[in-house]
């Protein structure tokens, strides 16, 4: 296919998903949409090469790193320190999740399938990068596999979330009403300034978007240096991830960096073809004999995750609503993490004020919950986990 219509395509399926997500408030993801979409394309007709010809996998391939180092950038340690209680609660249930659908999973359904599902499952589409890198070896039906739970799984998370997040709010509006909950007022903070800065902050006029992807790209080529050096036993993504955030708090990196150069969008449109590529080789008969598997791992994996979060957050005295809506996170993630509190705060809240100390009390640990267990323990995992192939 010619490349520019072979683009076309893919933009124009990515913009529909992008239309119904939003009128769906995100309980349809464009992940889904897309997905369905391209399937059906293939089944039909479409060029199973059209992301070869957009030149969008080569591209990828080459700045996925970059996407890794300004997802680096996104994580504030200040805020995981203040929020210390919810990302222990995710950390333990996000483990619980990868573990128990390898292990339990794993008696029950292939092997790989179990390998591949376990990560992905507590996070998105980074585990998905990194295990389908780690299995390509092991079958083309492993990796619509792992293409299948990464769509489906916003579809599931997404509405315990909400049911979850409600329930908490009612349980707060009850203390609100008693006089035990009242408003924070905003505390007023500078500028969030990296923690140990050693570089000189850029003028502004310097600080163009070519600086910062420049910045971006050296930090992803000393992550793939290190991995080199221990044989890829550490996997590059990971590290990318982990020097993101070290680069960030040094000052070398702005928070959101890709975002700020204006290349966000177009490099995870890029990176996301990897998940649609392998829809090419399916055929629907094969996906429906998916459907037991997948069914088993999103069942194992939401049972081990409701028992965890729930255990961990007794202890720390949060309500099972509170604690399990930030374990089923891991599903969704942002924009998800958003989005649930303000609807549900619009839906539970009778005044200005009560809308306002609803988000303030469910908000802010659902976005750490969501950057936790997509950003940083779901890729850690899947980097560990592909050294088990």
Not at 235 to 240: K, M, R, S, Y
Not at 260 to 289: D, E, H, Q, R, Y
Request: proline share 3%; net charge neutral.
């Amino acid at each position: 296919m010619n490349g520019l219509y072979a683009l076309t395509i893919i933009m124009i399926v990515y913009a529909v998903g992008d239309i119904i997500a939003t009128k769906t408030k995100a309980i349809i993801s464009m992940l889904f949409v897309a997905s369905v979409v391209f399937a059906v394309g293939f089944w039909n007709g479409l060029p199973a090469t059209i992301f070869d010809d957009a030149s969008l996998k080569l591209f990828a391939s080459v700045t996925v790193g970059l996407l890794l180092v300004h997802m680096g950038t996104t994580i504030k340690m200040q805020d995981l320190l203040k929020e210390w209680k919810t990302v222990v609660i995710v950390l333990c249930s996000t483990v619980a999740i990868c573990l128990g659908v390898y292990f339990i999973g794993g008696l029950i359904i292939d092997q790989s399938m179990a390998l591949i599902g376990a990560p992905i499952l507590g996070g998105g589409v980074v585990a998905f990068l990194v295990m389908s890198e780690a299995l390509k070896n092991a079958g083309e039906n492993t990796i619509v596999f792992g293409s299948l739970i990464l769509v489906i799984q916003g579809v599931v998370g997404f509405p315990i979330a909400s049911i979850l997040c409600k329930k908490e709010a009612l349980r707060l509006k009850g203390q609100i009403a008693s006089g035990s909950l009242t408003l924070n007022k905003p505390l007023e903070t500078a500028e969030n300034k990296p923690a140990w800065r050693i570089f000189p902050q850029m003028p502004a006029d310097y600080n163009g978007d070519n600086f910062v992807i420049a910045k971006l790209a050296v930090v992803a080529c000393l992550a793939q240096w290190l991995s080199n050096l221990t044989d890829g036993s550490v996997n590059t993504l990971v590290i990318c991830l982990i020097l993101g955030v070290i680069a960030r708090e040094i000052g070398f990196l702005e928070e959101g960096s890709l975002t700020k150069a204006n290349g966000f969008t177009f490099v995870i449109g890029a990176v996301l073809v990897n998940v649609f590529a392998s829809l090419a080789n399916t055929t629907p008969s094969m996906v429906l004999s998916m459907i037991k598997p997948l069914l088993i791992v999103v069942v194992v994996g939401l049972t081990c995750c409701a028992l965890i979060s729930i255990l961990v957050g007794k202890i720390f005295k949060l309500s099972w609503y509170m604690a399990f809506a930030l374990g089923v996170t891991a599903l969704f993630g942002f924009p998800g993490t958003f989005i649930v509190p303000n609807e549900v705060a619009k839906a539970v809240g009778e005044t200005v004020e009560e809308k306002e100390i609803l988000l303030q009390n469910i908000m802010p640990k659902m976005i750490i919950a969501g950057m936790v267990s997509v950003s940083i323990v779901s890729v850690v995992f899947a980097g560990l986990m592909a050294s088990w192939v």
